[in-house]
């Protein structure tokens, strides 16, 4: 009798022998991974996870990631909180204003920080220079973004305050239009937003001087991790954008050419942006600070009601994160 007439001989062998091709080892190893979805904002401050997606470094980890493009951090968070994703793309500013309402979310790293993403675009013929020239102008924004922080900040340098000028809460995608159509007379637009209006044929534009006046923060967000798949899932992800960054540092032109791929973007913007932009996996004190700081704008502004600024140390989970790169962490 051979070892075939016995069924558990017969797997074990078969088992073996499918281990042994590599085809059948993934698929094997595949069916055991994680399914999840990201929300992940359109624009080049995602690029982590599109070099990722390219580069199979989320295949490599252990989880099975569907990105699901998202127009803004702020609809990101959005999906994420409503269970439309496990998984987001988020700015400091989206994460600040939400903390003052919820707390069931987490940040769990920073992965990039610019300076410069954020811009004030006018028309050229309006004769608006500096923050005063902006009193009485209808100035077309995301709220509860970062935009709105930004052009906060700008004024306030001015003396102007926010009640001085006329807000228009306008979808990112729809803010140029509103400029080409003058609607409002100035935009708070993000890339790629913001190059696409600045150089839109249709119209002469020029920027307001804004640079290194907020550094903007991207940030993976989840709802809170309470079990060990979703601790799981959170290290895969940051695990596979560590590679991605470090893919970033290494082959800069080949990771534009990715980006350029995936958001159908052409070469002289990614040129345009990519020096704003630094890439790195953290969860440190400068978070926390611009975290409470716009906090404490928001508050003081009316924006919500509540007085007291969070703990923000309550809504950040840096256990996955401490597992890739624990010199990243220094919140504590």
Same mark, same amino acid.
Not at 294 to 311: E, H, L, S, Y
């Given at each position: 009798m051979t070892i075939f007439h016995y069924p558990f001989l017969?797997?074990?062998?078969?088992?073996?022998?499918?281990l042994l091709l590599p085809a059948c080892q993934e698929n094997i190893e595949s069916s055991d991974k994680i399914s999840i979805k990201i929300s992940v904002s359109k624009t080049p401050l995602s690029a982590p996870f599109f070099i990722a997606q390219e580069m199979k470094y989320f295949e490599k980890s252990c989880v099975k990631v569907t990105l699901d493009k998202t127009i803004g951090g702020k609809?990101?968070?959005e999906k994420v909180v409503n269970g439309q994703a496990d998984f987001g793309t988020s700015s400091d500013s989206v994460i600040a204003f939400n903390s003052l309402n919820r707390n069931d979310f987490v940040t769990l790293t920073t992965f990039v920080q610019s300076d410069n993403d954020v811009k004030i675009?006018?028309?050229?013929d309006n004769n608006i220079h500096?923050?005063?020239?902006l009193v009485g102008k209808r100035i077309g924004v995301v709220k509860g973004a970062a935009g709105e922080y930004l052009l906060s900040t700008y004024l306030a340098i001015g003396g102007v305050d926010i009640n001085?000028? &006329?807000?228009?809460?306008?979808? $990112? =995608?729809?803010l140029q239009q509103a400029l080409v159509e003058k609607e409002v007379e100035v935009i708070v637009s993000w890339e790629p937003y913001a190059y696409q209006s600045i150089h839109n044929s249709e119209i002469k534009t020029k920027l307001l001087n804004t640079k290194n006046l907020y550094t903007l923060s991207f940030n993976l967000i989840s709802q809170r991790l309470n079990t060990q798949s979703q601790s799981n899932s959170a290290k895969c992800i940051i695990d596979a954008l560590h590679k991605a960054i470090n893919y970033i540092a290494a082959e800069p032109t080949n990771s534009q050419n990715i980006l350029i791929k995936h958001l159908e973007l052409d070469q002289a913007f990614i040129k345009w942006l990519w020096p704003?932009?630094?890439?790195?996996?953290?969860l440190n004190r400068t978070l926390m600070m611009?975290?409470?700081s716009?906090?404490?704008?928001?508050?003081?502004?009316?924006? &919500?009601?509540?007085?007291?600024? $969070? =703990?923000y140390n309550k809504i950040m989970d840096p256990r996955p994160l401490e597992q890739i790169d624990r010199k990243a962490i220094t919140i504590k």
């Open positions: 017969r797997l074990s062998l078969l088992t073996v022998v499918c609809q990101s968070f675009i006018t028309l050229d500096t923050s005063k020239d001085e000028v &006329v807000i228009q809460d306008i979808a $990112p =995608d729809k704003d932009y630094i890439f790195k996996l953290s611009s975290l409470e716009q906090a404490q704008w928001a508050i003081n502004t009316g924006m &919500v009601q509540k007085r007291n600024i $969070p =703990d």
